[in-house]
């Protein structure tokens, strides 16, 4: 999976590449429209139009049939169950090119949340990072070995360090005191693992990412940085960046939650689509 992100990476960097340095509007509107349109040639390719076509005036008969007969309960009644019948025929008829979507879209949606999801910590922020454990190694006492964290210059420890073995978890504050790119350094035993830190320098940001995980869950949601190696006693080291605000008249689109760019990501997608299924001759 690492291997696969590392191609991936680099390849949508470059994708990405005349959008660094522009609103991130920019960059978030072209690839939503390319993601409508394509979603439209999947609909058009993956799917039988011609039966979705009958499908849907079939329900708006039997919806008609409703308001015109709504004093009739046994007409509204069979008008009913026959537009639900008819409306998950339908639905049906979408999860071919849905699942053709899907899989491109997941990885899509992975890169534009590590570039405009988040934000870099500012100098003199405090955030705790959380640090999940995995084949926890034990001393000669028995007792689990202590995770230690060496803080390179720009970043230090901004609190007590708290180990939760019943959780296999540690937790601990951390404040940023310079700007930078920092390997964050945390040691288990014989084992020895980093966790990249982003503090300002917003404007050079390339990808930026919460977490560091060996779940492929995770490394496909975040897929910044490599895998713990096999066997390794971190399941996972999380950063809780603030939220990366996108204002557009007024408002902010990324609606203060870390999936609200993902949201009007899709919304997007989902406006070009209708406004285009007729140049494609598409039906949805």
Known sequence: MSSFN????????????PFRSIDPWVGLAVLS?????????AMKYCSNQTRIAQLKDSYKAHVLAIKLFRD?????????GRTLVQISFYMGHQLRPMAVMMIPF?????QMQMRLAYKPLDVGD????????ENWATGSDGLPEEVTVEFPDGLELAGAKVHAPTIDRVMFPMRATKPGVYDLKLTCGSETVTKQIHVGMEEDL???????????TDLILYPTEEAFGDG???ASIQVPYPVRELPLLGIDWSFGFELGMGLTFMILSI??????????GVTI
Request: charged fraction near 5%.
């Open 6 to 17: 590392s191609f991936f990476n680099g390849l949508f960097g470059a994708v990405w590449t």
């Open 33 to 41: 429209a390319l993601v409508g349109i394509l979603a439209l040639i």
């Open 72 to 80: 009739d309960l046994g007409i509204v009644l069979k008008s009913l």
């Open 106 to 110: 997941v990885f899509l949606f992975a």
């Open 126 to 133: 405090k955030v705790n990072v959380t640090v999940q454990m």
């Open 206 to 216: 390339t990808m930026l990412s919460p977490m560091r995980s060996s779940s492929t």
């Open 232 to 234: 390794s006693a971190f």
């Open 271 to 280: 406006v070009v689509a209708l406004l285009f299924k007729g140049v494609f």
